[in-house]
């Protein structure tokens, strides 16, 4: 009878370690994305325009104020961020493509712990114009002279989802005018020249 009370003793105890284990086993941390104030689920994918800044945020669930989260991309170069660490960073998309570039926010203490978004980038909408800057051009000419563009200075502009961007200065072979250059003239009174972009007929300036 001694015995078999031993043995339910050793049993009942051997049932408490185990259960201890089980409570305190695994990580149940993990991390949700939002783009934009939107969240995203592991594995899905979110739409942004080339050359837009978005923000990327990281909430850790069941998470401590010590727990840091790291920002990773598969094309560095086609997705560029202001950090590569924090709960909320900005990127900016700089490549466009179909297939999505992929965002992953790990816990840096516990890489089990991410989540990886796909990020698929819309190509931007891209419009030009060109500008004339006469101020060191010859503008006046007598009876007789021929026309000139010396001194001309033709500007191009690039807006990008209507939202202007670079400035480049046209060489003399990149636009034509109305007047050609070498053209006596012989008409008195003032004439409109217009500039015509060789790349775009339709940007033109006067």
């Given at each position: 009878?001694?015995?078999?009370?031993?043995?339910?003793?050793?049993?009942?105890?051997?049932?408490?370690?185990?259960?201890?284990?089980?409570?305190?086993?695994?990580?149940?941390?993990?991390?949700?994305?939002?783009?934009?104030?939107?969240?995203?689920?592991?594995?899905?994918?979110?739409?942004?325009?080339?050359?837009?800044?978005?923000?990327?945020?990281?909430?850790?669930?069941?998470?401590?104020?010590?727990?840091?989260?790291?920002?990773?991309?598969?094309?560095?170069?086609?997705?560029?961020f202001s950090?590569?660490?924090?709960?909320?960073?900005?990127?900016?998309?700089?490549?466009?493509?179909?297939?999505?570039?992929?965002?992953?926010?790990?816990?840096?203490?516990?890489?089990?712990?991410?989540?990886?978004?796909?990020?698929?980038?819309?190509?931007?909408?891209?419009?030009?114009?060109?500008?004339?800057?006469?101020?060191?051009?010859?503008?006046?000419?007598?009876?007789?002279?021929?026309?000139?563009?010396?001194?001309?200075?033709?500007?191009?502009?690039?807006?990008?989802?209507?939202?202007?961007?670079?400035?480049?200065?046209?060489?003399?072979?990149?636009?034509?005018?109305?007047?050609?250059?070498?053209?006596?003239?012989?008409?008195?009174?003032?004439?409109?020249?217009?500039?015509?972009?060789?790349?775009?007929?339709?940007?033109?300036a006067t």
């Amino acid at each position: 009878m001694k015995k078999s009370l031993k043995a339910l003793a050793v049993l009942s105890l051997f049932g408490l370690g185990l259960g201890s284990v089980t409570a305190c086993g695994g990580s149940s941390k993990s991390i949700t994305v939002s783009v934009n104030g939107t969240a995203v689920g592991n594995g899905e994918s979110v739409n942004v325009t080339e050359a837009s800044t978005f923000t990327l945020n990281a909430t850790v669930d069941n998470g401590s104020e010590d727990d840091v989260v790291v920002w990773s991309t598969n094309s560095p170069s086609a997705i560029t961020f202001s950090s590569h660490s924090g709960a909320e960073i900005t990127a900016t998309a700089n490549t466009p493509t179909t297939t999505g570039w992929v965002v992953a926010a790990t816990l840096e203490s516990d890489s089990t712990v991410t989540t990886a978004i796909t990020v698929i980038v819309d190509e931007a909408t891209r419009t030009y114009s060109i500008s004339v800057d006469t101020t060191s051009a010859k503008t006046t000419f007598f009876q007789g002279e021929t026309f000139s563009t010396q001194g001309l200075v033709v500007n191009e502009t690039e807006y990008i989802n209507g939202t202007e961007g670079d400035t480049v200065e046209l060489g003399s072979s990149e636009y034509t005018t109305s007047i050609a250059v070498g053209t006596t003239l012989d008409t008195l009174g003032s004439q409109t020249v217009t500039v015509t972009s060789n790349v775009d007929e339709s940007l033109t300036a006067t």
